[in-house]
């Protein structure tokens, strides 16, 4: 059984291109979230998202950043234009359908480097 | 806003030392509340968790953490560490009528055992 599958482990970008970070839920899963980890900080909530829903996307920046989780394929965290700031290691994780207390899975996270 | 604390950023052990990482939160309400684990090169896996019921909570891999409420704390705890548990573990809260899903984390400790 699968766990939570990012890719790529590593994305380095130049400012001002587009970063595409995907994930794919664990399997039986149709709950996925995306958190930050900025440099010698902890890991903050962006985007809760289900299938072809996003749910709570209170830690978005208002700006640049767009999260889809489409019917069939992975999960998609777009980042437009990026920034030196942007740089930080993207986790995804997922639950499974069965009410809100469901422990998340997290998969091993995409970094991504702006230069 | 929800705020997690964790006290130490890096702690260095001897095997068969005994452990103790602190974690404190601000929030008047109910909470549930997690330690995760990250192993060099792993994804993030959850160690243990409490919602309700006994504060002293046991979790994998002879790890326990202990719910004090008047203290706002849930303070992991190891008996004797193994040079295994070298990893960075990460404290981390939700509000207790929201569910599972909008982590919020501590910074995270480093924790390094020496052989």
């Known amino acids: 059984n699968a766990g939570v599958m990012q890719n790529p482990r590593h994305l380095v970008r130049r400012r001002g291109q587009e970063a595409r970070l995907r994930c794919s839920p664990m399997k039986g899963h149709s709950h996925v979230y995306w958190y930050r980890q900025l440099p010698e900080e902890g890991l903050k909530f962006m985007v809760y998202l289900q299938k072809e829903n996003i749910i709570d996307e209170s830690g978005m920046p208002k700006e640049r950043f767009s999260a889809e989780f489409p019917k069939e394929g992975p999960s998609i965290l777009r980042i437009q234009q990026v920034v030196r700031g942007d740089s930080a290691a993207y986790f995804c994780?997922?639950?499974?359908?069965?009410?809100?207390?469901?422990?998340?899975?997290f998969g091993n996270g995409t970094r991504l480097t702006v230069t | 806003a929800q705020s997690v604390s964790q006290h130490n950023h890096h702690v260095i052990l001897s095997e068969a030392a005994s452990l103790e990482l602190g974690c404190n939160y601000s929030?008047?309400?109910?909470?549930?509340l997690f330690w995760y684990v990250q192993y060099p090169g792993q994804h993030l896996q959850l160690l243990l968790k409490?919602?309700?019921?006994?504060?002293l909570v046991k979790g994998i891999k002879g790890f326990e953490a202990e719910f004090i409420k008047s203290k706002f704390s849930f303070n992991l705890r190891k008996p004797s560490v193994q040079w295994s548990d070298t990893a960075e573990y990460f404290c981390?809260?939700?509000?207790?009528?929201?569910?599972?899903?909008?982590?919020?984390f501590g910074t995270g400790t480093r924790l390094l055992v020496s052989p």
């Open positions: 994780a997922s639950s499974p359908p069965t009410g809100n207390h469901s422990p998340l899975h």
């Open positions: 409490y919602f309700s019921g006994d504060p």
């Open positions: 929030y008047g309400g109910t909470v549930n």
């Open positions: 981390a809260v939700t509000p207790g009528d929201t569910g599972f899903q909008k982590l919020v």
